[in-house]
T-cell receptor
Framework: GAVVSQHPSRVICKSGTSVKIECRSLDFQATTMFWYRQFPKQSLMLMATSNEGSKATYEQGVEKDKFLINHASLTLSTLTVTSAHPEDSSFYIC???????????FGQGTRLTVV | AQSVTQLDSQVPVFEEAPVELRCNYSSSVSVYLFWYVQYPNQGLQLLLKYLSGSTLVESINGFEAEFNKSQTSFHLRKPSVHISDTAEYFCAVSDQNNFNKFYFGSGTKLNVKP
């Protein structure tokens, strides 16, 4: 089946630094990818829609200058958390849509801890 | 806007017992409904989905869910669980006009005990 690979699975960074998370679709081309965030004991919340070759669409309340999304190819989207703060600590997960199968596939998620 | 409620954050159950994981949703538009499962240290995997047609949908590993429009529910059931079913289960909806944009419930951890 289709596989979406997300890297890294865990990252610890210092407050004020930036962290990049990668999401790759391994066996299909994804014109659209989605980034979600999950706080402990809460739902996965959609942050933004990543569109290949164009700007990402952010959900209300998500700071686009803080969460930079780049979707430069049909198999790779990146999320960069800039100037990270402890409140950015969370579980981030991406999904990629396979248009042929009309289905979305999810990465393994990235546990970000900002200290 | 859509929202999904999973009332049970954790469900402990003994092996071979039946289980029901509850999911209710609210939406002002027609939606598709999904259950995803996340095993430890793995990504979300699609368990089953309701798009149209029969309101009872089944997965290959014995789970089933029934779409109840009047009660806005999509509860997940299995008549006899196995240890290997231990995982976190997420209910999700998507707008029929934007198929792959999901709204998730908070998840239910199913813990199957021997």
């Amino acid at each position: 089946g289709a596989v979406v690979s997300q890297h890294p699975s865990r990252v610890i960074c210092k407050s004020g630094t930036s962290v990049k998370i990668e999401c790759r679709s391994l066996d299909f081309q994804a014109t659209t990818m989605f980034w979600y965030r999950q706080f402990p004991k809460q739902s996965l919340m959609l942050m933004a829609t990543s569109n290949e070759g164009s700007k990402a669409t952010y959900e209300q309340g998500v700071e686009k200058d803080k969460f930079l999304i780049n979707h430069a190819s049909l198999t790779l989207s990146t999320l960069t958390v800039t100037s990270a703060h402890p409140e950015d600590s969370s579980f981030y997960i991406c999904s990629a849509s396979d248009r042929a199968r009309a289905e979305a596939f999810f990465g393994q998620g990235t546990r970000l801890t900002v200290v | 806007a859509q929202s999904v409620t999973q009332l049970d954050s954790q469900v402990p159950v003994f092996e071979e017992a039946p289980v029901e994981l509850r999911c209710n949703y609210s939406s002002s538009v027609s939606v598709y409904l999904f259950w995803y499962v996340q095993y430890p240290n793995q990504g979300l995997q699609l368990l089953l989905k309701y798009l149209s047609g029969s309101t009872l949908v089944e997965s290959i590993n014995g789970f089933e869910a029934e779409f109840n429009k009047s009660q806005t529910s999509f509860h997940l059931r299995k008549p006899s669980v196995h240890i290997s079913d231990t995982a976190e289960y997420f209910c999700a909806v998507s707008d029929q006009n934007n198929f792959n944009k999901f709204y998730f419930g908070s998840g239910t951890k199913l813990n199957v005990k021997p």
